[in-house]
C-alpha cells in the first residue's frame, strides 16, 4: 500500500448535519435508564457518546448505575432507534454541501486515505454515514464504543490503519478534520495536524483563533479544500 497519507473526518458537523437527533437519543437514554435525559441540555460537540451521557447524568445530579457496562446496552438501543427514526422520517441524516465530492476527491488520490474519527458508537456512526450517502468511502475508524477521550481515538484509528498499510504513518501525515476546538486539541496531543471548518456550532474567526494548521469555511469549493489537504500532506514530507 503506498502511503502518502490519512485524513480523519469527524462525522457531526464536520461531514454531516442531523435534524432531531434528540428524538432517537432521548428515547434510547429512557430504554437504557429509565431516567427522562435529554440530550439538548448539553453542548455534545466535540464529545463521545459515553462522555454526552455523563454529562447529562451530572446535569441531574445523579451517575449512570453499573459502571462502563450500561455503554453496550445504550449502543444497542441508540442503533436501534435511530434506525426507526430516520425510517419513520423523524430524524434526517444529510451530508453538509461538498462533503461528498470531497471524499470521493480524495479517493482519486493514490496514497490519500479517509478515514473517520468520530465520538459516535460505531453502530450509530454507520447508520448516518449510510444515510448520508457516504458510507462507501470510509473503510477504517475510530469510534466513541472504541474509547471515551477524543486524543484515544485518533490512536486506535492510526493503529488500525498502520496494521491495513503493514508499516506505521508518521503522526505529521496524518490530518484530523473537525468543526470543534476539541478536534484541534486531540489532533495536538497526537502530533498530528489539523484542518477545522465552520459547519458546526464554532464561526470561522472562533476557530481562526484556536490556531489550527488551516481553517476553511465550508467544503464548498473542492479543488481548494483538496489543494488545502494535500498541501498539508505534502509539507510533512520535507
Request: proline share 5%; with cysteine.
Amino acid at each position: 500500500m503506498k502511503q502518502y497519507g490519512l485524513v480523519l473526518f469527524d462525522i457531526d458537523g464536520t461531514l454531516t448535519r442531523t435534524q432531531n437527533g434528540f428524538i432517537p437519543f432521548n428515547e434510547a437514554f429512557l430504554m437504557t435508564f429509565g431516567f427522562p435525559g435529554d440530550i439538548r441540555t448539553v453542548i455534545p460537540d466535540g464529545n463521545t457518546d459515553p462522555l454526552i451521557v455523563d454529562e447529562i447524568f451530572a446535569k441531574a445530579g445523579q451517575k449512570p448505575g453499573g459502571g462502563e457496562a450500561w455503554e453496550q446496552t445504550f449502543a444497542i438501543n441508540l442503533r436501534d432507534s435511530y434506525a426507526r427514526a430516520i425510517r419513520d422520517g423523524k430524524t434526517t441524516v444529510s451530508a453538509l454541501p461538498g462533503a461528498l465530492d470531497l471524499v470521493q476527491a480524495l479517493g482519486s488520490f493514490p496514497g490519500v486515505y479517509p478515514g473517520i474519527v468520530t465520538g459516535n458508537f460505531e453502530a450509530t456512526a454507520r447508520i448516518k454515514l449510510e444515510a448520508a450517502g457516504l458510507g462507501a468511502y470510509f473503510r477504517l475508524g475510530a469510534y466513541g464504543s472504541d474509547a471515551r477521550e477524543r486524543t484515544d481515538l485518533l490512536q486506535i484509528a492510526k493503529k488500525r490503519w498502520d496494521a491495513s498499510a503493514g508499516e506505521p504513518f508518521a503522526p505529521e501525515r496524518c490530518i484530523v478534520v473537525g468543526d470543534t476546538p476539541k478536534d484541534l486539541d486531540a489532533a495536538r496531543g497526537k502530533r498530528m495536524k489539523c484542518v477545522l471548518v465552520g459547519t458546526g456550532r464554532y464561526a470561522v474567526d472562533v476557530l481562526l483563533s484556536c490556531g489550527p494548521d488551516a481553517c476553511l469555511p465550508d467544503f464548498k469549493n473542492t479543488a481548494a479544500t483538496v489543494e488545502t489537504l494535500l498541501g498539508l500532506l505534502e509539507s510533512a514530507a520535507h
